[in-house]
């Protein structure tokens, strides 16, 4: 039997890179979608894994990515649709300009991969869609308002779009990882909270300097790319996949506490 293709954007570095290696690893063919080839290269040395150029805000983009692993693989099985940056602080602060790259990102491009793949996974009547949201899709944080929403939004697109394509064999999943040693606190966080709105400076220090260090010290991606793993190859219709006990922990809590005592708790956490 041939080996089954995934289809993983963002996965130059993080979470999106575990789950290349993890899949390559599990025998599968893999497509590695990342936007910059020159700075993969030690993808070369791993079987079965073929990295194509993709950027999720162009569409044309998506088209030659898709096209070129069918091209080369013949069918695709699973999408892991990965790509995404986080963005840190207050709302009010922050430019439409980079509240719609936010989202162009983090839920349009997601979108537009998963539009585009869609009449392949049909016409095959099989095939799993896979979305990366996070807990920060179920539970709001302080000074994460923007990044936030884009999560609840890829939590509500992946729920509704369920019931819309099941008819025809295809799955969706959403993997919901909590804090996960990358560079996501790091190089990956835009952080557009200035000097010009002095008045949630120390709002936005306190989170920062707490989200960074739970990062530091969090489980490292390939926790994520086990829990992918399990969510792509699963026969049951399962949809939410927490990523470790924290994450499973959080998620408990968010569906048996109030609010207001949930609320408590994560100021208590962050602020």
């Known amino acids: ?91 009010e602060s922050a430019s439409p300009e980079k509240i719609k790259k936010q989202f162009d990102t983090n839920v349009i491009g997601l979108m537009a991969v998963t539009r585009i793949i869609l009449p392949h996974f049909r016409a095959n009547k099989s095939g799993v869609i896979v979305n990366i949201a996070s807990i920060a899709g179920r539970i709001g944080f302080p000074v994460f308002s923007v990044y936030n929403s884009t999560k609840f939004a890829v939590e509500g697109f992946s729920e509704a779009l369920r019931y819309e394509v099941e008819q025809f064999g295809i799955k969706v999943k959403i993997v919901e990882p909590g804090y996960t040693k990358t560079d996501f606190y790091s190089r990956s966080m835009e952080i557009f909270d200035g000097e010009s709105i002095p008045d949630y400076s120390e709002i936005v220090k306190k989170v920062s300097t707490s989200i960074i260090q739970s990062g530091n010290n969090a489980q490292g991606p390939e926790v994520a790319a086990k829990t992918i793993f399990k969510a792509a190859t699963s026969n049951n219709n399962k949809l939410r996949y927490p990523v470790g006990a924290e994450a499973s922990a959080m998620m408990f809590a968010r569906w048996i506490m109030p609010d207001c005592i949930l609320r408590r708790i994560v100021k208590m956490a962050l602020v």
């Open 1 to 91: 039997m041939d080996n089954k293709t995934v289809f993983i954007t963002g996965a130059s570095s993080g979470i999106g890179k575990a789950t290349a290696q993890y899949f390559s690893n599990k025998g599968w063919n893999v497509i590695a979608t990342v936007r910059n080839i020159d700075k993969n290269s030690e993808f070369s040395t791993m079987q079965n894994v073929h990295v194509v150029t993709l950027d999720v805000t162009d569409e044309v983009s998506i088209v030659l990515a898709v096209t070129q692993a069918l091209e080369r693989f013949g069918k695709i099985d699973v999408l892991v649709n990965n790509a995404g940056y986080g963005s840190l602080g207050s709302f």
